[in-house]
T-cell receptor, first 115, second 114 residues
Framework: AQSVTQLGSHVSVSEGALVLLRCNYSSSVPPYLFWYVQYPNQGLQLLLKYTSAATLVKGINDFEAEFKKSETSFHLTKPSAHMSDAAEYFCAVSRSGAGSYQLTFGKGTKLSVIP | EAGVTQSPTHLIKTRGQQATLRCSPISGHTSVYWYQQALGLGLQFLLWYDEGEERNRGNFPPRFSGRQFPNYSSELNVNALELEDSALYLC?????????????FGPGTRLTVL
């Protein structure tokens, strides 16, 4: 079975500071990994995804994530936080098996940005 | 290009009633997914439809069902509503249901069961 663990249900950073949101996955085969963002009362928006083409993945709004197989991690970073980054962030893993597949989400990390 | 649309935005029902939620995928997408986002439980996968067929089902009771129409739109039916069914129901669509496909999400339907 595959699972996703997001460390820290709440993270607070100062405006302009580095954003680091942690995600670890468990999978017996190389997975496909995604980061989504959810603003209040909205659906999810894709930030970036890893599909084995490159270990460092760049996404929208200056977010990026690095796939580290040895650490089974896919942490999300942004060099400088903006107030508009305040939202909930979800890491997700997709893997096929038994003729089907499923996208499994972590429990989410709520990011607060302090002015 | 229009994104995934869902209706209604809000739905209020009483316990025991039935709820019907609707979803229109992005034009050209054949796969539709349903998720439940309940307070404290995170995003739980409900159902996946592709080309009119149910392809996968999450760990939910049979009173959660749905279908996909020939135009690829979908509806989710929840029978015999229980208080714990109160949640945000999100629909997503993807191009073809491949394991690496990106799922694009709609804004959700907020279901409240009284």
């Amino acid at each position: 079975a595959q699972s996703v663990t997001q460390l820290g249900s709440h993270v607070s950073v100062s405006e302009g500071a580095l954003v680091l949101l942690r995600c670890n996955y468990s999978s017996s085969v190389p997975p496909y990994l995604f980061w989504y963002v959810q603003y209040p009362n909205q659906g999810l928006q894709l930030l970036l995804k890893y599909t084995s083409a490159a270990t460092l993945v760049k996404g929208i709004n200056d977010f990026e994530a690095e796939f580290k197989k040895s650490e089974t991690s896919f942490h999300l970073t942004k060099p400088s936080a903006h107030m508009s980054d305040a939202a909930e962030y979800f890491c997700a893993v997709s893997r096929s098996g038994a003729g089907s597949y499923q996208l499994t989400f972590g429990k989410g990390t709520k990011l607060s940005v302090i002015p | 290009e229009a994104g995934v649309t869902q209706s209604p935005t809000h739905l209020i029902k009483t316990r025991g009633q039935q709820a019907t939620l609707r979803c229109s995928p992005i034009s050209g997408h054949t796969s539709v997914y349903w998720y439940q986002q309940a307070l404290g439980l995170g995003l739980q996968f409900l159902l996946w439809y592709d080309e009119g067929e149910e392809r996968n089902r999450g760990n939910f009771p049979p009173r959660f069902s749905g279908r996909q129409f020939p135009n690829y739109s979908s509806e989710l039916n929840v029978n015999a509503l229980e208080l714990e069914d109160s949640a945000l129901y999100l629909c997503a669509s993807s191009l073809s249901g491949g394991v690496a496909d990106t799922q694009y999400f709609g804004p959700g339907t907020r279901l409240t069961v009284l």
